[in-house]
């Protein structure tokens, strides 16, 4: 288990992503090409621990810099939050690509003052799990993500 220290500051983070670049491609090569049930069960008990310690209240920048990706619910609920029709919401705010929806703006159009303005029905952003595939750009602009990305190494080597 993770120990309470974790980095967050995203300029460092930045530092550390560069020089352990090349440690962290082989690692994801790694973790994709390893069956399922062991991985899964550290990424979801590191998920969580992580998590808890780190305060997304005091960062935000998922919300700036990532865009949220938008599931058929998602989208009925923001066009009811917006009063337009789901197909209306899609022409209006979102982008498609390789079939999956996501809002188009950066910043979040519901981003205000670092904090989400429709908080109840926010699109969690996932980034934690999704990093898994091959967006390191996630994990370099997610105090969570790099945390979790250096843990998974530890306990699964
Ligand atoms: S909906 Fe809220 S939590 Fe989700 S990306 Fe936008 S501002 Fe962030
Ligand atoms: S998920 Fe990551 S980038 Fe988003 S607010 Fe939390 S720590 Fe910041």
């Keep these: 288990?993770?120990?309470s220290y974790l980095e967050t500051?995203?300029?460092?983070?930045?530092?550390?992503?560069s020089v352990k670049e090349k440690e962290n491609i082989r690692f994801r090569s790694f973790l994709k090409g390893q069956s399922g049930?062991?991985?899964?069960r550290i990424v979801h008990e590191l998920h969580n621990e992580i998590i808890a310690q780190i305060d997304c209240t005091l960062c935000g920048n998922c919300c700036c810099t990532l865009k949220p990706e938008l599931h058929k619910d998602d989208i009925a609920l923001l066009a009811q939050l917006e009063n337009t029709a789901p197909k209306n919401y899609i022409s209006s705010y979102c982008e498609k690509d390789n079939g999956e929806i996501f809002l188009k703006t950066e910043p979040c159009r519901y981003l205000r003052d670092k904090k989400c303005s429709i908080?109840?029905?926010?699109v969690p952003m996932n980034v934690v799990i999704s990093l898994i595939p091959i967006k390191k750009d996630l994990y370099y602009a997610c105090g969570a993500c790099w945390n979790?990305?250096?843990f998974v190494q530890l306990y699964s080597i």
């Design 9 to 17: 500051d995203l300029s460092k983070i930045k530092h550390l992503a």
């Design 119 to 122: 908080y109840e029905s926010r």
């Design 1 to 3: 288990m993770p120990d």
């Design 148 to 150: 979790f990305m250096q």
């Design 37 to 40: 049930s062991k991985v899964d």
